[in-house]
Nanobody, 128 residues
């Protein structure tokens, strides 16, 4: 069974850097991704990465401020994914979710239905 647990959220000042973590336990998935949901809005894609780290995709709205990466611990059957967000802005305030899925097509990665498992989310609040 796959479990996803996010951490690293909290209150940050605009302009500071922020790093979120997501630990995936269980069978490996082809793709892992970050989505976010701001108050009163739908969930939106942030970034995704393939299991080997060889392919990544970012939402245009990130404007180069986000970096997705991962560490694999094969012996423990765990995969940790990170999202580094530089120069966060108040509009980055949202609940950030990690997700895992098995689509090998980067064209599908921004779509929620490309993912099977989801974490509970971690709140990020950026103050001005």
């Amino acid at each position: 069974q796959v479990q996803l647990v996010e951490s690293g959220g909290g209150l940050v000042q605009a302009g500071d850097s922020l790093r979120l973590s997501c630990v995936l336990s269980g069978p490996r998935s082809y793709t892992m991704a970050w989505f976010r949901q701001a108050p009163g809005k739908g969930r939106e894609f942030v970034a995704a990465i393939s299991w080997d780290g060889g392919s990544t995709r970012y939402a245009d709205s990130m404007n180069g401020r986000a970096t997705i990466s991962q560490d694999k611990n094969i012996s423990q059957d765990k995969n940790t994914m990170y999202l580094q967000l530089n120069n966060p802005k108040p509009e980055d305030t949202a609940v950030y979710y990690c997700a895992s899925g098995n689509s090998p097509l980067p064209s599908t990665w921004p779509q929620e239905d490309a993912y099977v498992y989801w974490g509970q989310g971690t709140q990020v609040t950026v103050s001005s």
